[in-house]
């Protein structure tokens, strides 16, 4: 067997482990090592495809030429322009492209949310749970918040406020917040593959709780999650009094707000005038 019909098998049997593990993740089916295999043979692909070039090349320089003139051929350029419309729709994030990729997921999936906005892939959403008060002893509070899916990295600030809307407590502090580069032109990308960096926590951003808050001691070591959570905390706060939350993301900022009985258990549906950057905020007293 030559060294040719070796390279030429092994192109052909990665691009099969490839196409098979691409489709799988298009479609929103990501079994355990989904990902890892489609890596791996994608480098593996990569290596082969090299050694196949190389054999190839004279093929190749004959393609992209034309006999009489030895110019470069139409056909070259058409495949060039293709490839650069295809990257450069990709990288800067056009509608239709992102709209192309997750198409096949939504089509498994299935169905539209309210408002008429494809839902495939917010099924089966997935919730981080974190906790903080940890060391205070009162009354046990659940907070579910799913984010917008315009809603990249949020900051967020949790506090409870008496009748009267004086502060209470923080029932949600973090210690710090992530921030991408100024000039990131994708940030939903960027936050995929955790290109951002996190920085102390200022409360510059939520501007509501810094005016209110008597204390801006963190109680939670890091920032906030970048996607849906579910928070665990406790709060001293007695009777009948408010649950109030600020959120800001990309130059925007809203604020929701809740009253709660402490003596009965219950949940509690967290709202505000806008909206639009949570998709649901649900509290449960326990």
Same mark, same amino acid.
């Given at each position: 067997?030559?060294?040719? /019909?070796?390279?030429?098998?092994? $192109?052909?049997?990665?691009? +099969?482990?490839?196409?098979? !593990?691409?489709?799988?993740? =298009?479609?929103?089916?990501?079994?355990?090592?989904?990902?890892?295999?489609?890596?791996?043979?994608?480098?593996?692909?990569?290596?082969?495809?090299?050694?196949?070039?190389?054999?190839?090349?004279?093929?190749?320089? #004959?393609?992209?030429?034309?006999? !009489?003139?030895?110019?470069?051929?139409?056909?070259?350029?058409?495949?060039?322009?293709?490839?650069?419309?295809?990257?450069? #729709?990709?990288?800067?994030?056009?509608? @239709?492209?992102?709209?192309?990729?997750?198409?096949?997921?939504?089509?498994?999936?299935?169905?539209?949310?309210?408002?008429?906005?494809?839902?495939?892939?917010?099924?089966? $959403?997935?919730?981080?749970?974190?906790?903080?008060?940890?060391?205070?002893?009162?009354? /046990?509070?659940?907070?579910?918040?799913?984010? /917008? +899916?315009?809603?990249?990295?949020?900051?967020?600030?949790?506090? @409870?406020?008496?009748?009267?809307?004086?502060?209470?407590? /923080?029932?949600?502090?973090?210690?710090?917040?992530?921030?991408?580069?100024?000039?990131?032109?994708?940030?939903?990308?960027?936050?995929?593959?955790?290109?951002?960096?996190?920085?102390?926590?200022?409360?510059?951003?939520?501007?509501?709780?810094?005016?209110? #808050?008597?204390?801006?001691? #963190?109680? =939670?070591?890091?920032?906030?999650? +970048?996607?849906?959570?579910?928070?665990?905390?406790?709060? !001293?706060?007695?009777?009948?009094?408010?649950?109030?939350?600020?959120?800001?993301?990309?130059?925007?900022?809203? !604020? =929701?707000?809740?009253?709660?009985?402490?003596?009965?258990?219950?949940? =509690?549906?967290?709202?505000?005038?806008?909206?639009?950057?949570?998709?649901? @905020?649900? $509290?449960?007293?326990?």
């Amino acid at each position: 067997m030559t060294r040719k /019909n070796i390279i030429s098998l092994s $192109v052909a049997c990665a691009f +099969t482990f490839l196409s098979i !593990t691409g489709l799988f993740m =298009y479609f929103g089916i990501k079994g355990h090592g989904t990902q890892d295999i489609h890596v791996v043979f994608g480098l593996i692909f990569i290596g082969f495809a090299i050694f196949h070039i190389l054999n190839n090349w004279s093929s190749l320089k #004959a393609y992209s030429k034309t006999r !009489t003139s030895g110019f470069m051929s139409k056909e070259i350029w058409i495949s060039a322009a293709a490839a650069l419309a295809i990257g450069a #729709a990709g990288f800067f994030g056009l509608p @239709a492209m992102h709209e192309l990729s997750h198409f096949g997921e939504d089509l498994i999936k299935g169905g539209k949310e309210e408002g008429g906005k494809k839902g495939g892939r917010d099924r089966g $959403v997935m919730f981080d749970v974190i906790a903080a008060n940890e060391q205070i002893h009162g009354k /046990n509070v659940s907070i579910i918040l799913q984010k /917008n +899916t315009e809603t990249l990295l949020p900051v967020i600030a949790i506090w @409870a406020e008496d009748t009267s809307k004086e502060f209470i407590e /923080n029932l949600f502090v973090p210690a710090q917040m992530n921030r991408v580069n100024p000039g990131e032109k994708n940030i939903r990308q960027a936050i995929a593959e955790k290109e951002f960096e996190s920085t102390a926590f200022d409360g510059s951003a939520t501007q509501t709780w810094k005016a209110k #808050a008597k204390t801006t001691t #963190a109680n =939670y070591p890091k920032a906030t999650p +970048t996607g849906n959570f579910i928070l665990s905390t406790q709060t !001293t706060a007695k009777g009948i009094f408010d649950i109030v939350l600020e959120i800001a993301d990309q130059g925007k900022a809203e !604020t =929701y707000r809740t009253r709660v009985n402490a003596k009965t258990s219950g949940a =509690y549906l967290l709202q505000s005038p806008h909206g639009v950057l949570l998709s649901r @905020a649900i $509290v449960e007293l326990q």
